[in-house]
């Protein structure tokens, strides 16, 4: 069971690099979301979807853009990556039931330099 | 906008010393709470969890949290810290209905020194 996976672990991109960011859940959620976790900052929302074909933004999206193509996997794409977007960007998924048992998921992290 | 706060930034503690990291956060209307720990290279793990009921929750690794309603904080609490303890501890917050997405605290470091 493989829960949230995400690709690549880390990677080091150039000023005006483009790159996409994968994340896929075989949980069968509905909810997914992308977090960047910068010092002392905790998590930050970027942007999430509540559902295949949707996207919503969240608290810090600037420079970022999503797609949610296929239920399992959302992606996360920077155009043109500014070293200000060095982070460690960490997707997670939850599930749409209300109540108990609706805890987020959350993959492995991914660590983005750009230098 | 839901916000949470957590005071203690960066605790150091020894070995067999009993633990609380203060959370409080802002919102309106009903929420679930959350303690995340982040040992240190590692993705996020769900340490304890407030739903409804109880409002003395317990956890893995003998944490436990109380809710406190009326002062808006989730305090996480732990008798005795083992060296092992050592790792980033952050609160969060989601609404009960409407958007699903945590709310984040800024993290506690915590470093338990043998």
């Known amino acids: 069971n493989a829960g949230v996976t995400q690709t690549p672990k880390f990677r080091v991109l150039k000023t005006g690099q483009s790159m996409t960011l994968l994340c896929a859940q075989d949980?069968?959620?509905?909810?997914m979301y992308w977090y960047r976790q910068d010092p002392g900052m905790g998590l930050r929302l970027i942007h999430y979807?509540?559902?295949?074909?949707?996207?919503a933004k969240g608290e810090v999206p600037d420079g970022y853009n999503v797609s949610r193509l296929k239920k399992q996997n959302f992606l996360l794409g920077l155009e043109s990556a500014a070293p200000s977007q060095t982070s460690v960007y960490f997707c997670?998924?939850?599930?749409?039931?209300?109540?108990?048992?609706?805890?987020?998921?959350f993959g492995q992290g991914t660590r983005l330099t750009v230098v | 906008a839901q916000s949470v706060s957590q005071h203690n930034h960066h605790v150091i503690l020894s070995e067999a010393a009993s633990l609380e990291l203060g959370c409080n956060y802002s919102?309106?209307?009903?929420?679930?709470l959350f303690w995340y720990v982040q040992y240190p290279g590692q993705h996020l793990q769900l340490l304890l969890k407030?739903?409804?009921?109880?409002?003395l929750v317990k956890g893995i690794k003998g944490f436990e949290a109380e809710f406190i309603k009326s002062k808006f904080s989730f305090n996480l609490r732990k008798p005795s810290v083992q060296w092992s303890d050592t790792a980033e501890y952050f609160c969060?917050?989601?609404?009960?209905?409407?958007?699903?997405?945590?709310?984040f605290g800024s993290g506690t470091r915590l470093q338990v020194q043998p």
């Open positions: 407030y739903f409804s009921g109880d409002p």
């Open positions: 969060a917050v989601n609404e009960k209905t409407g958007r699903r997405a945590l709310t």
């Open positions: 949980m069968n959620h509905e909810y």
């Open positions: 919102y309106g209307g009903t929420v679930n």
């Open positions: 997670a998924s939850s599930p749409l039931r209300t109540g108990e048992n609706t805890e987020a998921f």
């Open positions: 979807s509540v559902g295949e074909g949707t996207t």
